[in-house]
């Protein structure tokens, strides 16, 4: 089993940085791609950007293509999501999730964590 814990959530000016964080236990976080996945209230979940197992390869929602950043320690078994230029729209709970083969599709990930929510204030 793998645990994933996220973090780094908060509260943040438009056109802030947030460094969001997601900690895994359980198993190695190497075998697995990892996806970040965010939820407005009263919208569907939506990708938001994956990253192979090794971190060789990196796949972005356009919405956040060029201001989001995902990244891996697998040392640390540790998976980061750097946002950046943060806008209102950008208001969500973000997740984490590990298992990903078909990256941009929820059914494709085994393991989830409990989100961190990221609100962006005008």
């Known amino acids: 089993q793998v645990q994933l814990v996220e973090s780094g959530g908060g509260l943040v000016q438009n056109g802030g940085s947030l460094r969001l964080s997601c900690a895994a236990s359980?198993?190695?976080?190497?075998?697995?791609?990892m996806g970040w996945f965010r939820q407005a209230p009263g919208k569907e979940r939506e990708f938001v950007a994956a990253?192979?197992?090794?971190?060789?390869?990196?796949s972005y929602a356009d919405s956040v293509k060029g201001q989001f950043t995902i990244s891996r320690d697998n040392d640390k078994n540790t998976v980061y999501l750097q946002m950046n230029s943060l806008k209102p729209e950008d208001t969500a709970v973000y997740y984490c999730a590990a298992g990903g083969g078909r990256w941009r599709t929820t059914t494709s990930y085994a393991y989830w964590g409990q989100g961190t929510q990221v609100t962006v204030s005008s």
């Open positions: 990253i192979s197992s090794s971190g060789s390869t990196a």
């Open positions: 359980g198993r190695n976080l190497s075998t697995y791609a």
